[in-house]
């Protein structure tokens, strides 16, 4: 029992007495910090200590010294170094067992995937014995990823006791917060904690591939060596030619078992292939453009790629190992394009040169079809017979469209030819007396290939002279009224009879300027009609006419060319 020294009673309760002097209340500091370290303070003796605790301090101080030097006397090779004390916030601060793992996460609801693969890193802070659970960020996985479990220590699946790092090991199941996680790896510094430690570390395991991951992953890219053909050079040489083939698709495993006309086009600057059909009118279909669209067709799919299912998506270049080329067109066979069975019957000529030059052994010859086949399609459109009102060209357009459209003229004629009108004096060639010594002026519009004629007045014959015919196309006697054959320049000679609607007339003389034209287009005019112009006006061959062809021409119906000789008839 201790001895109270300063009043002289026993150390025990009711005993001792308050130091009524003392101010300082606060605990003594026992660490003490030097370069950054906490570190213990050796017991000091100073003023404001307690006594009573100062005096024990000393006393302990002093029996250990003793011992100390007993020691020292007795044993002075085998005594040991003096460990200084270090906490455990000091001595395991900053050390983190890491451990890498996964955990499998169920997928519900989903086609694509049944589990996803998730992969977590376990950090175990040995300084207080808590952990943290972190998922690395793995880029477009669509999930929310970083901080999974917050540090703490984390408690067994019993909830009993947290778990220890005596615990953790490799190919080792860890339940956290019912969340199973497998731990497949870690790193070198904690295999060598835990082989110090005396714990057998577990060989590491592989981590399984997410298979929704792998899935996502672009194929591997594969490189093929560039061929030697020359795309630049068949752009610049093959550039708006174009093969053209004439076939007929053999429709007949349908409910209507009809064949139908189509045209194949091979274009030859990137041998791609479109085929169209051939409408006709009041078929009855709609007037689609293309059956097929211009595309590159494959001739031959690699044997891998022979179950893909070609309706859903389309054939990728890496999966075809031969288009079609121009060689594979022969007409005479039968070919099946894009599941159409198409029958080549004929080419056109350009189709056939290219042939000719470039493959020879492909026979171009068209092939006949039978008479029912051809018939069933080309059918010629029956054109009802004309029935005299109209032109003929104005009444075919009745038969050809619903809302009659103006019949096509040909507007360069119309522009070289405008104001040039060819003139002859004519007689009527009648057996009616009152009709002798009646003369008409017969205009010949180039522009148009019309006719008019102008009676010339002939004083007290009892006839108005005037308009006789206005400007129309005159058509030659003997023909069908559906295939007239009109009257044209080359028809008009000196003594020709015209026959115009039953009335003949016969003509007498002509001006200079017609025979100035005729003579500019002398390859398109008989020799007879020249020779009786120049007989009749009295021109040489080799003597000019004395008019120029671009003065101003004759445009009026009413104005009178006198003949060279009037009065005159032409010699017989």
Request: proline content about 9%; glycine content about 4%; some cysteine.
């Amino acid at each position: 029992m201790s001895i109270n020294a300063r009043h002289g009673l026993p150390f025990l309760p009711g005993n001792s007495f308050r130091d009524m002097t003392k101010s300082a209340f606060h605990r003594t500091q026992t660490l003490a910090y030097n370069n950054g370290f906490a570190l213990p303070r050796p017991p000091t003796h100073g003023i404001g200590q307690d006594p009573l605790k100062s005096e024990e301090l000393a006393y302990n101080y002093t029996n250990e010294l003793s011992s100390e030097t007993l020691a020292l006397l007795t044993e002075p090779s085998s005594r040991a170094p003096v460990v200084p004390f270090i906490p455990a916030h000091v001595a395991l601060d900053k050390k983190v067992l890491r451990f890498h793992g996964y955990f499998q996460q169920r997928v519900l609801h989903s086609p694509d995937e049944e589990y996803r693969v998730r992969p977590v890193v376990l950090f175990y802070y040995l300084e207080d014995d808590s952990m943290c659970v972190m998922e690395p960020l793995v880029e477009n996985s669509g999930l929310p990823q970083g901080k999974l479990i917050k540090r703490q220590q984390l408690p067994r699946k019993d909830r009993s006791v947290p778990y220890h790092w005596k615990d953790l090991n490799l190919a080792l199941d860890l339940e956290v917060y019912g969340v199973l996680y497998r731990i497949t790896n870690c790193d070198s510094f904690t295999r060598e904690f835990l082989e110090s430690e005396g714990i057998l570390v577990n060989d590491p395991e592989p981590m399984p591939v997410d298979p929704y991951t792998s899935h996502r992953a672009p194929p591997q890219r594969s490189y093929v060596s560039p061929s030697n053909f020359d795309h630049q050079k068949q752009f610049l040489t093959m550039d708006r030619k174009v093969l053209r083939f004439f076939a007929l698709w053999d429709d007949k495993d349908t409910i209507y078992k009809e064949t139908r006309p189509v045209n194949i086009q091979y274009y030859l600057v990137d041998d791609t292939v479109e085929i169209r059909e051939v409408h006709q009118a009041n078929s009855g279909r709609d007037p689609f453009p293309v059956l097929m669209r211009r595309q590159r067709l494959p001739k031959t799919i690699r044997e891998d790629s022979e179950p893909f299912p070609r309706c859903v998506l389309e054939v990728s270049p890496q999966e075809v190992q031969e288009y079609y080329s121009p060689r594979d067109f022969r007409v005479g066979e039968t070919m099946r394009l894009m599941g159409r069975t198409l029958r080549l019957y004929d080419c056109d000529s350009f189709t056939r040169s290219y042939f000719q030059s470039n493959h020879p052994e492909v026979e171009t010859k068209r092939v006949e079809l039978p008479r029912a086949e051809e018939a069933a399609w080309d059918t010629e459109r029956e054109v009802p017979p004309y029935n005299g009102f109209g032109s003929l060209e104005d009444s075919l357009q009745n038969c050809l469209h619903l809302i009659p459209q103006p019949p096509k003229k040909d507007l360069i004629k119309m522009l070289e030819n405008d104001h040039k009108v060819l003139r002859y004096i004519a007689r009527l060639d009648s057996n009616n007396p009152h009709d002798e010594g009646r003369h008409f002026i017969l205009s010949y519009f180039l522009a148009s290939n019309m006719i008019s004629i102008f009676e010339k007045p002939t004083r007290n014959s009892g006839i108005m002279a005037g308009k006789f015919l206005e400007k129309t196309r005159v058509p030659k006697p003997g023909f069908e009224a559906d295939k007239p054959l009109f009257y044209s320049p080359a028809d008009l000679a000196i003594g020709a009879t015209v026959v115009v609607f039953g009335h003949r007339f016969v003509l007498t003389d002509a001006d200079h300027y017609v025979l100035k034209y005729l003579e500019s287009e002398a390859d398109q005019i008989p020799s007879q009609t020249l020779e009786s112009l120049r007989n009749r006006l009295g021109v040489h061959p080799d003597q000019g006419t004395g008019t120029n062809p671009t003065e101003k021409q004759h445009g009026g119906d009413q104005g009178v060319v006198e003949p060279s000789s009037q009065g005159q008839e032409p010699a017989a």
